[in-house]
Nanobody, 131 residues
């Protein structure tokens, strides 16, 4: 059973930085993807960035490109999201999600950022950006 534990988050002023971490365990192969999602109050959950470990690809949504960096440590299954130049519109609950594949698989972006594509979720952590 895949388990996900998130940490990090908090409150920061606009222009500041935060780092989120996601420890994912229980994978039975290297064929999995880990994606950060976020949900602002009153809005739908949206994808932020993805690491597909099965094909080695990394992807960002447009609003995250250039400001956020997703990375995975080689030793374990920790995926981090380094967020810089934060804006008030980045406020929300951030979730780490995982899905597995039977074999190496390249996902379309529509699949990658569809919350329904993921079967495992963390508890979510709050990120607040305000002055």
């Amino acid at each position: 059973q895949v388990q996900i534990v998130e940490s990090g988050g908090g409150s920061v002023q606009p222009g500041g930085s935060l780092r989120l971490s996601c420890v994912a365990s229980g994978f039975t192969s290297d064929n999995y993807a880990l994606t950060w999602f976020r949900q602002a109050p009153g809005k739908e959950r949206e994808g932020v960035a993805c690491i597909n470990n099965s094909d080695g690809r990394i992807d960002y949504r447009g609003f995250a490109q250039g400001r956020f960096t997703i990375s995975k440590d080689n030793a374990g299954n920790t995926v981090s999201l380094q967020m810089s130049s934060l804006k008030p519109e980045d406020t929300g609950v951030y979730y780490c999600a995982a899905r597995t594949f039977s074999f190496p698989t390249t996902m379309s972006r529509s699949t990658m950022y569809n919350p329904g594509s993921y079967g495992y979720w963390g508890q979510g952590i709050q990120v607040s950006v305000s002055s």
